[in-house]
């Protein structure tokens, strides 16, 4: 059995890219291991959990948020044992969901996260960065290294989405996690940024060796069968 770390923070992530990911990894017989970097309780973003219940006839976020409070799954989520380059020996792949906020944006481009993707992908692991998280892959690894998407193809978060919410009056900053658009900061270290207009003709998932990323909260479900495919690769 396969086996993916689920790397989180304590607060802002999206439910839609965290949850339907998980389920749809353990349907296909993948063991999911949630972890936080504090070793606390997740709390999604609000703004994601409204969206969901608004979604809940057609799309499972709001089924699966539930069931997951219902169950404590979100509860005092333990930091996995040891530090990156042990996860990396543990487990077979690395998501790390996107999401909103302070809290988020420092933790998606800090040193726990940025650490993990580069030991995951050192160790010939796949890495699975959805919407916002992409920008992980846009920043120099701890030791120097080039950034894990330079060169490559990927999508991310679009800067039209992103520059549309971020306008918002009060709120717009809590939509713009990294202070610049997370397409902007993948532009700097590859030309192929995948990101449509209008954004939903941007494809579901993209995969260049071992790095697969996604570009948003409705892609959750193609973002897990294209990670379970390179999976299979080995």
């Keep these: 059995m396969k086996s993916v770390l689920v790397l989180v923070a304590g607060r802002g992530h999206a439910v839609q890219e965290t949850l339907p990911v998980i389920d749809e990894l353990q349907r296909a017989g993948v063991e999911v291991v949630l972890g936080t970097e504090a070793g606390d309780d997740v709390r999604f973003c609000p703004v994601c959990n409204a969206l969901a219940l608004a979604e809940s006839l057609w799309a499972p976020s709001w089924r699966l948020l539930r069931r997951a409070r219902r169950n404590g799954t979100l509860t005092n989520v333990p930091r996995p ?54 920008a992980a892959a846009a920043l120099p690894g701890p030791r120097g290294q080039r950034p894990l998407a330079e060169g490559k193809h990927v999508t991310c978060w679009p800067r039209s989405l992103e520059r549309t919410f971020g306008a918002l009056p009060i709120v717009g900053r809590y939509f713009v996690p990294f202070g610049t658009y997370v397409q902007t900061m993948a532009e700097r270290v590859t030309s192929s940024v995948e990101c449509a ?38």
Excluded: M, N
């Design 81 to 134: 044992e040891g530090g990156p380059d042990a996860w990396a020996t543990r487990f077979d792949a690395l998501v790390v969901p996107g999401g909103h906020g302070r809290i988020y944006g420092a933790f998606a481009s800090g040193r726990t996260v940025v650490e993990a993707i580069h030991a995951f992908h050192d160790a010939g692991k796949p890495v699975g960065l959805v919407c916002h998280s992409v």
């Design 197 to 234: 207009t209008p954004p939903w003709r941007t494809p579901h998932a993209v995969v260049d060796g071992l790095l697969v990323t996604s570009w948003g909260p409705w892609s959750g479900v193609p973002f897990a069968r294209a990670l379970v495919q390179r999976l299979a690769r080995g």
